[in-house]
């Protein structure tokens, strides 16, 4: 099992829309969470980060974690073509206490959104 | 403006030829990270230095060595260990801490001639 996996893409939405993205850690001890987006060719930008369980909300995004699950998702309300990125997942992985400042990211979700 | 620079943008090497990467940052963070991405693939941590003068391998250090002289500063080398070099190479940086959000440069591309 990988430590960090995220839905196999690549997810294609209408404009308009509302888009999903998923994430899943395996190790329940993580506590931040992290979710970037990388145009094509260039480098990953934060876009949200959340450390509680619940919903945090930014904008048009709204990260929710749910630790018990081991789960934590990116919901895109009113997708924009200029959304369409790959978004990656980054857990700060606890396991052996060894973890400080480091960040695992899954293999990342391809979302196109088109008009 | 704050930020980290990555020199060059893209790079070419040759067989059994060093090579290395320039990442500089004025953010006045005391970790910084460096990070290999191949076409279709997550990120993977090669090295990561949390203050000046001590660095740690990453899960794929095999082949790359680093040094952390100055705060801003860690230059990434790739050596001719390092049987497949070509892939886009990240540094990040970021306020020591668990949970501290990473903020990448731009990224070098490297490729064999």
């Known amino acids: 099992q990988k430590e960090v996996e995220q839905n196999s893409g690549p997810l294609s939405v209408p404009e308009g829309a509302i888009a999903s993205l998923n994430c899943t850690y395996s190790?329940?001890?993580?506590?931040?969470f992290f979710w970037y987006r990388q145009y094509s060719g260039k480098s990953p930008e934060l876009i949200m980060f959340i450390y509680s369980n619940g919903d945090k909300e930014d904008g048009r995004f709204t990260a929710q974690l749910n630790k018990a699950s081991q789960y934590v998702s990116l919901l895109i309300r009113d997708s924009q073509p200029s959304d369409s990125a790959t978004y990656l997942c980054?857990?700060?992985?606890?396991?052996?206490?060894?973890?400080?400042?480091?960040?695992?990211f899954g293999q990342g979700t391809i979302l196109t959104v088109h008009p | 403006d704050g930020g980290i620079t990555q020199s060059p943008k893209y790079l070419f090497r040759k067989e059994g030829q060093n090579v290395t990467l320039s990442c500089e940052q004025n953010l006045n963070h005391d970790a910084m990270y460096w990070y290999r991405q191949d076409p279709g693939q997550g990120l993977r941590l090669i090295y990561y230095?949390?203050?000046?003068?001590?660095?740690q391998k990453g899960d794929i250090a095999e082949g790359y060595s680093v040094s952390r002289e100055k705060k801003e500063s860690f230059p990434l080398t790739v050596t001719s260990a390092q049987k497949n070099p070509t892939a886009f190479y990240l540094c990040?940086?970021?306020?020591?801490?668990?949970?501290?959000?990473?903020?990448f440069g731009d990224g070098t591309r490297l490729s064999i001639l």
């Open positions: 230095s949390q203050i000046v003068n001590d660095f």
């Open positions: 190790d329940r001890g993580s506590q931040s």
């Open positions: 990040a940086s970021s306020i020591t801490g668990v949970g501290q959000p990473q903020h």
């Open positions: 980054a857990v700060n992985l606890s396991a052996g206490g060894t973890s400080y400042g480091k960040l695992t």
